[in-house]
């Protein structure tokens, strides 16, 4: 089906790109690459799950522009030194120039992990996001930031690499599992959380059909969401203030995932989700928002049916200290303090460095104890 397209411009000067968004876009994917292309040919990274489903498309879809591919194992354990360095390797091995472009073709394991092999290659080649997830559609295919997990924490080597293009297909969300569309949701419910109260009731009245599968719900989701995102790097590319906003609910979320050793227990939308209702909880018990506020984040989440309690998350969990030491192996500390995402209301996120951790303290332990 091909339908709506949106296009969303990205406005970074010599680094500008679109983010073109609607149903069909990978049957045109030649159409849309080819002003981009010195000759034709790309090399495709994708991963062993999203290969079998959508390569033939996506290969249809190029037409007469030539198309090698490599698929990494699928999952967050790829985001590491050793399938980066094999994606290097192959890229060199593919003969890949300065001019040419390599593509991104799955969620934001694979975005992050070729955006960052794109950023080091031949000190720099340009690269195009074609984004397979929720998540990775409304977030991390857009913004520049890639990179790869170390053992010391999420994230923490990486570089700030602008994709060419990015090209969000919501017909490929049809194949993906409904806990990895959810996963992407966590991530959608907080830019109406941070930014835009508007938007969140919008999700309380369609979050449910764009989880069953209404196109138009999605696109709209997906828009409104890389429009949010858009506007906000922007004003702020290299996070020195405002971008910080969009890690509401990860300081928490980071330190989960570690504790869960980045497995299957808690997906990193789960821990958005769940970071975002502590968030709330916690600028609740600061004084900063009402009691209506997180209750009716986690309310929405509930009825997404998502993971919104760290009861929810299956399996131990450490005590509060030990997540508290995690946190700060965060990338959002400054000068050893942790720094916060927190609300005033529902779309009133602020950037709040000197929290009483004390309080964090305390919003962990009753969480944990209602486990
Ligand atoms: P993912 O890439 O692991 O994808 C989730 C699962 O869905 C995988 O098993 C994958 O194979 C499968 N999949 C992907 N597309 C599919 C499809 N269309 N049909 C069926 N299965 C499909 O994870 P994710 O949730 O997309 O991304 C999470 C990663 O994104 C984390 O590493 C996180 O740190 C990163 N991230 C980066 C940014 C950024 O700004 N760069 C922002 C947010 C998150």
Redo the contacts with the bound molecule.
Sequence with gaps: MSGRIDTVHVALGARAYDVRIGAGLIQRAGEEIRPLLRRPRVAVIT????GP??LDALRAGLGDIAMTALALP???A??GWPEFSRAVEWLLSEKVERKDVVVAF???????LV?FASAVLRRGVRFVQI??????QV?????G???I?SAHG??LIGALHQPALVLADIE??????PR?FL??YG?VVKYGLLGDAAFFDWLEAHGPSAAQGDLAARQHAVTHSVTMKARIVERDETEEGERALLNLGHTFCHALEAATGYSDRL???EGVAIGCALAFELSQRLGLCSQEAPSRVRAHLKAMGMKCDLADIPGELPGAERLIALMGQDKKVVDGRLRFILARGIGEAFVADGVDMAVVRTVLEEALAGR
């Design positions: 991963d062993e799950t999203v489903l959508h699928a999952g967050e790829t985001k799955g969620g934001g394991v694979i975005g992050d955006g984004p397979t997830t929720l998540l990775a977030d991390s295919s857009v913004g930031k890639t990179g997990n999420k994230n490929v969300l049809g194949t993906l599992a990895d996963a992407g991530e997906l990193h939308g």
